[in-house]
């Protein structure tokens, strides 16, 4: 029972990359509020220890399961657990991502970079020596942050069209997602034109984008110099939000950038803490019948693409 005295649906939950970071602390603050929840993890070891900690924290309500987002064989492995544990899926997460660079991390911390300069992108100019971007390093982020998010979507779908409380969907953003910090106004209309959004437009952007990569032309073909391919690869994923929304109205599906938060992601330059953080995600995960959907969230509250 609920405390309005209402019989409560117990609630099944998937959280990607939940091992440590924004992840682990989502994981933690759902399950705090009775939420079943599956914390995954690309790495045994690491998935399981995570899980014996909450365990010990007194949350019984935590369970592991391996999944990697770039390997299709791990995601139908997940995909048939819960199907086989739960029958059915009312909350997923998909909060996995990587910075996709080559950090000097010495040369980034001598730098002292205030947190006004990273967020603003004033710092843009003065982070190129020591974040570099790789060719490799750009397609494995896109594989990951993009095209990982539309693979475990895509394979929990139908379990989560099963939720009876019509399913939550949150995609983890940030900040680098917005806009107005792509240069290319051409690229900017593309992505802001959600009554002419197809996941083959952005495939057609993201190619485009490692094209230009190639030719070292993303300063000439307008795209962000900041963290480039993690850049395009949050503003893809919330265009493919706004797509999935369209798609799926008896869900509410958002994205959400978290704040700058302290974790490995950043190399620990975040001014918040993993707590503050999840309240953005969680937020989202439980959103109540007639919320938002296919809107961007600034951590708690609703903010422009
Ligand atoms: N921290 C911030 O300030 C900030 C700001 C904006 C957005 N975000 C977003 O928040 C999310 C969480 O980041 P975080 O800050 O908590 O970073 P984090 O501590 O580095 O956590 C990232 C998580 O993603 C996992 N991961 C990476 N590739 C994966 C794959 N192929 N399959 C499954 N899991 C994978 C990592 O696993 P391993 O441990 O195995 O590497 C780790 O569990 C990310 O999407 C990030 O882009 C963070």
């Avoid at 929990?156 to 997602?177: D, H, I, T, W």
């Avoid at 974790?263 to 019948?289: F, R, S």
């Amino acid at each position: 029972m609920d405390s309005s005295g209402k019989q409560s649906v117990e609630k099944y939950a998937v959280v990607t990359g939940s091992n440590k970071g924004i992840g682990l602390e989502t994981v933690r603050q759902l399950a705090c509020q009775g939420v079943t929840v599956v914390l995954t993890a690309r790495d045994e070891k690491r998935g399981k220890d995570a899980t014996a900690e909450l365990h010990s924290a007194g949350l019984p309500n935590v369970i592991f399961h391996q999944l990697d987002v770039l390997d299709p064989v791990s995601i139908q492995s997940l995909v048939s657990f819960i199907k086989d544990k739960f029958g059915r899926l009312d909350i997923l997460v998909n909060n996995a991502g990587m910075g996709g660079v080559v950090v000097d991390e010495e040369h980034l911390r001598a730098l002292n970079i205030d947190p006004e300069s990273w967020l603003s992108g004033k710092a843009t100019n003065i982070v190129q020596g020591a974040i570099k971007q790789t060719y490799e390093k750009a397609e494995e982020c896109l594989n990951s942050n993009y095209y990982g998010v539309q693979r475990v979507a895509e394979a929990l779908l139908p379990l989560l069209e099963l939720s009876p409380l019509g399913a939550r969907v949150v995609n983890v953003s940030s900040l680098r997602s917005e806009l107005w910090r792509i240069p290319g106004e051409d690229i900017r209309k593309e992505l802001a034109d959600v009554d002419t959004l197809t996941e083959e437009k952005i495939d057609a952007i993201l190619k485009r984008f490692l094209h230009a990569m190639k030719e070292n032309k993303l300063e000439e073909d307008g795209w962000s110099l900041m963290l480039p391919a993690y850049s395009i690869s949050k503003a893809t994923l919330n265009a493919y939000t706004r797509i999935l929304a369209k798609k799926h109205p008896n869900m509410l599906i958002n994205c959400v950038h978290p704040g700058y938060v302290n974790t490995d992601m950043n190399w620990h330059t975040g001014t918040l803490t993993v707590e503050e953080g999840a309240k953005g995600p969680v937020k989202c995960a439980l959103l109540p019948d007639g919320g938002p959907s296919g809107c961007y969230f600034d951590q708690t509250e609703v903010a422009s693409f």
